[in-house]
Protein backbone atom coordinates (compact mmCIF):
# COMPACT_ATOMS: atom_id res chain seq x y z
CA UNK A 1 0.00 0.00 0.00
CA UNK A 2 1.15 3.26 -0.91
CA UNK A 3 1.44 6.13 1.72
CA UNK A 4 -0.44 8.05 -0.39
CA UNK A 5 -2.98 5.87 -0.24
CA UNK A 6 -3.03 4.49 3.21
CA UNK A 7 -3.07 8.24 4.21
CA UNK A 8 -6.36 8.09 2.11
CA UNK A 9 -7.44 5.22 3.99
CA UNK A 10 -6.64 6.93 7.22
CA UNK A 11 -8.26 10.16 6.38
CA UNK A 12 -11.41 8.25 5.31
CA UNK A 13 -11.76 6.06 8.63
CA UNK A 14 -11.17 8.78 10.46
CA UNK A 15 -14.10 11.06 8.58
CA UNK A 16 -15.99 8.22 9.11
CA UNK A 17 -15.78 8.21 12.86
CA UNK A 18 -16.14 11.83 13.13
CA UNK A 19 -19.47 11.53 11.42
CA UNK A 20 -21.01 9.04 13.31
CA UNK A 21 -20.33 10.76 16.34
CA UNK A 22 -23.50 12.96 15.13
CA UNK A 23 -25.22 9.37 15.01
CA UNK A 24 -28.04 8.74 18.33
CA UNK A 25 -25.67 7.01 20.51
CA UNK A 26 -26.62 3.13 19.96
CA UNK A 27 -26.35 3.29 15.84
CA UNK A 28 -22.51 5.22 16.93
CA UNK A 29 -21.56 2.01 18.74
CA UNK A 30 -22.49 -0.39 16.19
CA UNK A 31 -21.51 1.99 12.94
CA UNK A 32 -18.45 2.73 14.88
CA UNK A 33 -18.15 -1.28 15.58
CA UNK A 34 -18.75 -2.12 11.84
CA UNK A 35 -16.44 0.00 10.50
CA UNK A 36 -13.31 -0.83 12.90
CA UNK A 37 -13.99 -4.58 11.65
CA UNK A 38 -14.50 -3.64 8.01
CA UNK A 39 -11.12 -1.51 7.43
CA UNK A 40 -9.27 -4.36 9.65
CA UNK A 41 -10.53 -6.90 7.43
CA UNK A 42 -9.71 -5.27 4.37
CA UNK A 43 -6.01 -4.18 5.27
CA UNK A 44 -4.41 -7.03 3.63
CA UNK A 45 -6.99 -7.36 0.96
CA UNK A 46 -6.66 -8.47 -2.36
CA UNK A 47 -5.86 -4.86 -4.37
CA UNK A 48 -8.44 -5.67 -6.87
CA UNK A 49 -11.04 -5.28 -4.60
CA UNK A 50 -9.70 -1.94 -3.13
CA UNK A 51 -11.26 0.65 -5.24
CA UNK A 52 -14.86 -0.31 -4.89
CA UNK A 53 -14.19 -0.87 -1.04
CA UNK A 54 -12.73 3.18 -0.98
CA UNK A 55 -15.52 3.87 -3.51
CA UNK A 56 -17.95 2.67 -1.40
CA UNK A 57 -17.07 4.26 1.84
CA UNK A 58 -16.81 7.87 0.26
CA UNK A 59 -20.10 7.41 -0.91
CA UNK A 60 -21.07 6.15 2.15
CA UNK A 61 -18.80 9.40 4.45
CA UNK A 62 -21.08 11.50 1.80
CA UNK A 63 -24.21 10.25 2.20
CA UNK A 64 -23.93 10.80 6.12
CA UNK A 65 -22.22 14.11 5.76
CA UNK A 66 -25.33 15.42 3.76
CA UNK A 67 -27.53 14.04 6.07
CA UNK A 68 -25.80 15.10 9.31
CA UNK A 69 -25.67 18.77 7.81
CA UNK A 70 -29.27 18.36 6.51
CA UNK A 71 -30.30 17.03 10.24
CA UNK A 72 -28.43 19.83 12.16
CA UNK A 73 -30.17 22.53 10.02
CA UNK A 74 -33.19 21.44 11.34
CA UNK A 75 -32.52 21.21 14.95
CA UNK A 76 -32.00 17.35 14.40
CA UNK A 77 -35.69 16.40 14.22
CA UNK A 78 -36.40 13.06 15.34
CA UNK A 79 -37.97 11.85 12.06
CA UNK A 80 -34.85 12.62 9.68
CA UNK A 81 -33.69 9.84 7.89
CA UNK A 82 -30.42 8.40 7.81
CA UNK A 83 -29.00 6.25 5.26
CA UNK A 84 -29.69 5.19 2.39
CA UNK A 85 -32.45 2.07 0.74
CA UNK A 86 -30.31 -0.81 -1.01
CA UNK A 87 -31.81 -1.33 -4.68
CA UNK A 88 -32.87 -4.66 -5.75
CA UNK A 89 -29.43 -4.62 -8.42
CA UNK A 90 -26.95 -3.74 -5.43
CA UNK A 91 -28.55 -6.86 -3.24
CA UNK A 92 -27.62 -8.82 -6.10
CA UNK A 93 -24.19 -8.29 -6.83
CA UNK A 94 -23.57 -8.75 -2.70
CA UNK A 95 -22.04 -12.20 -1.60
CA UNK A 96 -23.53 -14.71 0.33
CA UNK A 97 -21.33 -13.64 3.39
CA UNK A 98 -22.36 -9.96 2.66
CA UNK A 99 -25.87 -10.70 2.87
CA UNK A 100 -25.48 -12.53 6.25
CA UNK A 101 -23.66 -9.72 7.71
CA UNK A 102 -26.37 -7.65 6.15
CA UNK A 103 -29.01 -9.30 7.96
CA UNK A 104 -27.25 -9.41 11.10
CA UNK A 105 -26.48 -5.54 10.98
CA UNK A 106 -30.41 -5.27 10.08
CA UNK A 107 -31.12 -7.56 13.06
CA UNK A 108 -28.85 -5.20 15.82
CA UNK A 109 -30.23 -1.98 14.64
CA UNK A 110 -34.31 -2.66 14.35
CA UNK A 111 -34.10 -4.21 17.97
CA UNK A 112 -36.75 -2.99 20.44
CA UNK A 113 -34.47 -3.12 23.27
CA UNK A 114 -31.23 -2.12 22.15
CA UNK A 115 -27.77 -3.88 22.86
CA UNK A 116 -26.47 -0.56 24.03
CA UNK A 117 -28.69 0.36 26.92
CA UNK A 118 -26.74 4.00 27.19
CA UNK A 119 -28.48 7.51 27.93
CA UNK A 120 -27.23 10.48 26.57
CA UNK A 121 -26.31 13.24 29.10
Same mark, same amino acid.
Given at each position: ???? $?? *?????? +????? *?? $?? $???? #? ?6 ? +? @??? &?????? !?? !?? &?? @???FMQQ??? +? ?6 ? @? ?15 ? !??? @? &??? #???TSEQ???? $????? &? ?9 IKEG
Amino acid at each position: MSSV $HG *RNVRNL +YKLIL *RL $HG $HLPI #DLKIVGDQ +Y @VKS &EFKLHK !NC !NP &EV @VPEFMQQWIL +YANTLQKQ @VHDTTQHDKRKDDKLGL !NIS @V &EQL #DRFTSEQLVQL $HELMK &ETTKPNPQFNIKEG
